[in-house]
Structures are given as C-alpha cells and as structure tokens.
C-alpha cells in the first residue's frame, strides 16, 4: 500500500497556489498556416497548441494523452479505456466530501482489488467481492457521483466527452469563452490529483460497453479482421480489454499506468475558439506549471507478424453478409501516406471513384466502399462490400479486388487527382468552421509525432504526387498479401460478460464539494450577445412568392445553397424512393457515371432531402464555381433519366435492406 500512497497523485507534486514557470514558443508562423496556431512547450515539458477563432463566444478544448490501446500492458488489456471513465471521477477536491475520511476505504478497496486480480479461485473471488461491496458502501458515503459533469454543466458546456484510441486518451469539452481560467483550474486538479473512486459502478458501465461491442455485427468482423492482420502487435487486440482483463480489474495498474504516461511530457493541450492566444498561455502556464516535470515513457515497440498470401477469417452474424479486404501499408510520417490517401479516393470518393462507379452507381452490389487507416506503427487500407440476392462473398470479393487491378494497371482518368486535392482542401476549409475540427487538425500533430509545418504542408505533398506515382504504391503494397474476412449469416455465438454481483450505492446525488462551490462562485466577465440584423442577410424577391435568403461566408470561399419545398413523403409517399432513384440516374445529356464525374470535376455535392412536411434540394461547393454548379443542379433536376431496369433493380436491392 505504501507504493499506492507514493503514486496516487499522478501528476504530483501539487501546488496549493497557482505558479508562474515559464514557457517557449515552439513554432514559427507559417503564412501557408490556415489556423495561424502558435506553439508553446512549458518548462514541464507539456505541450500547447492555440489557435484563434472569434465566430463564436466559446472555445473547444482537449487534453491528448499519448496513451492508448497500444500502451496497455499485456496482463491488463483495456486499461486505457478503463482510464478515460475514471477520470472523469473526480480527484482529492472533486466527487468528494472528505477526502481524509474516504481515503482508508478507497486504500482497502485498491488492496482487495489487487488480491481479485491475482486470485485464482472463483469462489474466493466471490468472497473478496464480498468485502469489495462492504467497502463500496462505506466509502459512498463521502462521494458526489459526476460532479465533474455538473460542474462542467453549470458553466454551459457543450460536449463534454473523451475517446481512447490505439495511440492516444483524448478528453474533451467546449466552453463559452470567459470560462477559460476555470477550465484550467479544474483540469489541473484533475490530472494532478486523480481518485478513481465509485469503480464499482463503473465496471458495470465498462462491461455493458464490451456487452454492445461483442453484440455488433461491426466490432465482430473487424476485430477478427484486426487479429489477422496484426497479428503480434497490439492493434490486433481490442481498445476495449480482453474478456478475461476486463474480468481481474486492477485499481492499483491504473494508478501506476497514470503515473508513468500521464506525464507533461506526454501530454498536450489543444485549444481553438475564442481567446486571445497571448493571454491564455500566460493562463495555462500559471495552472499546468503545477504538474511536476518527469520524462515520457519509451515508446513500446511491437512488431507484427508478416502477412504472406491470403489470410481468411470469418465470422457469424445474423442476417447481412458482408465482406471485409485489409491490406498492410506504411505508418504516419511515411512518404508513401499522401500517395495512399489519393489512391484510396480513387476508389471511393462516395461520387467518382471505381468503386463508387463501377460497383454502386451500376448497382452491381448492394453497397461497397473503401477507407484507409493511418497509425503510428502500422497503416491499413480497407475495401468492403455488402453482396445482392444470389450473390456470393466470394463474387463480391472478386468485385472489389478487380478495382485495384485497374488502379495498379494505370486506368484511371488523369483527371481524378487534382479533382481529389481539390476535395480535400474544400474538407479543410469546412473543417476551419468548426472549433471541434479545428482542434482535431492540431491534436493529430501531437499524437502523431508530427512537426506543426510538416502537418500544414499535408495538402501540398499530395498535390505534388503524381499518377505514376499512385501506379508505384498500388503494386508495392496491393499485391497477394492480404486479410479477408467474411461476415456470414448465422447465430453469433458469443456469450454476454456478467456483470459481477455488486450491490447499488445508496448516494445523495444533490451535495456539492467545497471546490465545487468555490470555483462556481468566481465572477467572470459577461458574454455579451451578438444578434443577427437585418444588416447581417439580405432577402431579394426571386419570384411571385418565393425569396431568396442571402449572407456572406465570413471564414471561407465555400457556398452552401438550397431550395426548400413545402412538400414532403406525408404528400406523396413515392418521394423518398424518388430521391435514391435519383441518385442513381442520369440525366438527357450525361449518363449517370457521366454525371457523377461532372459533380467531382467542380468540386460540388448535390442532393435531394425529402423530410415528412417538406423537401429540400441542397449544393454545396467552392465560390467560383456556383454558376456552374447551380446550372448542373438544375439541368439534374429538371431532366433527370434512369431506365427502367435501374428501378427494378433498386426496388429490389431497398427491399432486401429492409
């Protein structure tokens, strides 16, 4: 116990008063920068990133953890998932009454834990979770359940959330813009001094979460898939936890898992919104500089197995089969990522890409489709289809893999490439309008090791890259060796987790902590709103009855543009099949592949929405090419054409959705 005394604190030592160290900027400006962020590294080695946004009084802020699935250790998998749901229990201020009358149960709780995990007989363990109950209901007396949530709910928060993936703990939360000092009070204590109380709850939250995973068409393909293709290497096991870990929770790891990754050397902050950017890293270097500086962990190194030939998995779910293709390719950072991302577009951009032409325009299948995944180990590319009536997995495989072939044979339209980079950089002005987006750019920098002007400079490599080159990378990592999986219809088969024999915590939920109360009290400037006026659009007759609603986009040079009409499926019930047939069709000019690659070529998104009550036709593209879009949507809706067997076939692949 004395090891768990010298630990608990995770980010010790702890400051009773706020500090000022100091801090460095770690960047230069770039001009070809768009979120203009700044940079800074603490004296404790935490890391800053800050970019500003005044389109809305709030700021999005995270907390990134290089700590993830991959860091678990392999008698305690899942363990950085457990994590993210205990630290949103509270600390020695927060989620607690008396912190010194909790502590000795909270002690006993941590030592009974430690002899589950390591006792091997299940009636003993019946027995310790006897005691486990005792304790619980002793130290509930002391603890305020989500108090962190309500604190955060009273300054008007705004999804408050947090993620683990396979390289990194994510904790999220958006705020409006005067409640930044708080913020980085309640973080700092959060971090500095964790207690991972009420774990008796939370287990059966975690449990219910593997419940939903292993009852998932999904998770159950994809996780046989992962196994195969990693095999050795820690992407090959689920972020989630083994059964049998999740079964031997240990208190104890998680304390020694916070004290050796939740360093400030292994951590970021990552903030975009409304803040001056001058003022809030003098605000984060007085709170955050309370974390004690200690060196990051050595990055783990696995090594999985070589893929040789084709590696056949399958699984059982009822009903959809489904067919799942996983190609090894390069990590982050790799010269080869932008040419890999080009090539996945090539195949599926959801308008003009082979698969999206060849296989589900023309309705050859019911569905397919491709996406990459870019790690820090390892990276994937994946093709998947969803076969018709009377076709088989092995038909559909077939499918997928010839529109590889014709990649690595070159054929495909000069064209293609720089319409992708186009579509990119219209993704990343539409992220620019979102502080959540925004802040994700600058996050995926930090978890990926990668230099700020190296992650900017993303778009101007891919530009750079050429047909031939997309031709090389196809035929260098697209060859025999691969995993493919097959979902097949038929009973899952995998038991539920039980949950163990835990008695409910009889808590009042409506007491408050003295930090609570404290940090709630502190003035802060009023937000003072901003109306729009009539000043802010402009409304312009376009015909008898029908106006035109105009404004400016203030961040970007993208259009959004649509026509809403006032009827709707309650009106004729034929609107919604309407709208998937028109997806499908062409029009008396262009044929429907003809058409899809129109679309592409300028850069624009056209649909039709029917709702209950109205409907709407919606475009969405660059500036200097509305004229030209606004001409192919209404030449598409005027005269749209589709010949009858791609009705029939429609009609039959809807019903066989159903």
Known sequence: MRKWLAVAVGLSVWAATAVRADYTRINEDNPDDPLHAEIYRLDNGL???????????????????????????????????YLEHMLFKGSQAVGVLDYDQERPHLDRITELYEQHFDEPDAEKRREIYTEINRESQLAAQYAIPTELNKIYSMMGEQSLNAFTSNEATVYQVNLPSNRLTQWAEVETDRFARPVFRLFQPEIETVYEEKNRSRDSKEYAIREAVHAALYEGHPYGRTILGSVEHLKRPSIQRMYDFVDKHYVPSNMAIVISGDIDAAQAIQVLDEHFSQWEPKDAPEAPTHRAEPVEGARRVSVQYPGEEYVLIAFRTVPNGHPDVETLALLDMILDNATAGLINLNLTQTQVVRAAGSSPLASNDYGAQYLWGVPKEGQTLAEVESLLLEQVELVKAGQFEDWIIPAIVTDFKKSEKAQLESNTARAGIMRSAFTEHAAW?????????????SKADVVRVANEYFGDDMVVGYRLDGEHGLAQLDKPALDPLDIDTTRTSAFARDILARPVADIEPVYVTEDDYEVIPYAD????????NPINDLFTFSISVDKGRIHEERLGLAAMLLDKSGTVLFSADELSKQWYRIGSDFGFSPGSNASSFSLSGLDDKFEQSLALMMHTIRHPKAASDVLDELVQITLKNR
């Open 545 to 552: 009855g029908i106006d035109l609603y105009y404004s400016q």
């Open 453 to 465: 002007d190296y992650a900017v400079g993303q778009l101007d490599r891919m530009g750079a890259r």
């Open 47 to 81: 890391t800053v990133y800050l970019s500003e946004n005044h389109e809305d009084p709030r700021f999005h802020a995270e907390i990134a953890v290089r700590a993830g699935g991959k860091h678990d250790p392999d008698d305690s998998t899942g363990i950085a998932h």
